[in-house]
């Protein structure tokens, strides 16, 4: 939805592809920079990177059947049964998923894993901002949704009164023990720093900054809704 000059309109289609497409690719984009560098993913990337490591099978595989058992979940936290919803937080894991397998590959090749430490810390906390500020842009778009993500918009307006920040740090505790269970097996962490930490703490709150800041005329909400209300107040 767009707000502009006092009235909301809905977005053309032109417009929501293109944000849509924004907001993929700075996800992925970011994912796929924070898992090169080694220094810190987002928590449900660093288990994902850390089931693959385990068991030396592709991380995209990992990240496909974590986002498909998470949209099975958000069913049953928004307590609608969605199929729309449901199709649309499974397409998306598996589009994110190869992104996000093409985008490490890349950087990667580059060297990006190899560079001194004084590189990659910065490099790491510029890619977790990436993955927040694309967040925050599909979330308001709601076309569909990594389900992850869609989880945390199901949390934060359903369960946290609109708290990014609670929402988005209560789903991450489950990514976290997840990496910490494959710990106690491979005696290894891997995407699992610096950057885990950051984002743990800070993406919900680069998420509302993202939402001030970054197309401020993109809103959350729901136009009908809109209308409902102004119409009953009126």
Same mark, same amino acid.
């Given at each position: 939805?767009?707000?502009? =000059?006092?009235?909301y309109?809905?977005?053309?289609?032109?417009?929501?592809?293109?944000?849509f497409i924004v907001a993929l690719i700075l996800n992925a984009f970011g994912n796929g920079l924070s898992v090169a560098s080694n220094m810190g993913s987002a928590p449900w990337t660093a288990g994902a990177a850390n089931l693959a490591h385990l068991t030396?099978?592709?991380?995209?595989?990992?990240?496909?059947l974590i986002s498909t058992t998470v949209a099975v979940a958000n069913l049953f936290f928004a307590d609608d049964f969605d199929l729309r919803r449901l199709i649309g937080n499974v397409f998306f894991g598996v589009a994110f998923?190869?992104?996000?397998? #093409? #985008?490490?590959?890349?950087?990667?090749?580059?060297?990006?894993?190899? /560079?001194?430490?004084?590189?990659?810390?910065?490099? =790491? /906390?510029f890619a977790v901002m990436n993955v927040g500020i694309g967040i925050s842009i599909y979330q308001r778009v709601?076309?569909?949704?990594?389900?992850? =993500? =869609?989880?945390?918009?199901?949390?934060?307006?359903?369960?946290f009164r609109g708290n990014a920040s609670k929402a988005q740090?209560?789903?991450?505790?489950?990514?976290?023990?997840?990496?910490?269970?494959?710990?106690?097996?491979?005696?290894?962490?891997?995407?699992?720093?610096?950057?885990?930490?950051f984002s743990f703490f800070f993406q919900g709150k680069i998420i509302a900054i993202a939402d001030r800041r970054v197309f401020p005329h993109l809103v959350h909400g729901d136009l009908n809704r809109i209308h409902r209300i102004r119409k009953t107040n009126a």
């Open positions: 939805m767009y707000y502009r =000059d006092g009235e309109y809905e977005l053309k289609p032109s417009q929501t592809s293109f944000y030396g099978w592709p991380i995209s595989l990992f990240l496909m998923s190869f992104l996000v397998g #093409f #985008f490490t590959s890349f950087f990667t090749h580059l060297g990006v894993t190899t /560079l001194p430490l004084a590189w990659r810390i910065p490099i =790491d /906390l709601n076309l569909i949704m990594h389900p992850i =993500d =869609d989880l945390t918009n199901i949390l934060r307006f359903k369960y740090m209560s789903n991450f505790v489950v990514a976290i023990a997840i990496s910490l269970t494959c710990f106690l097996f491979s005696h290894q962490l891997v995407a699992l720093n610096i950057g885990t930490a």
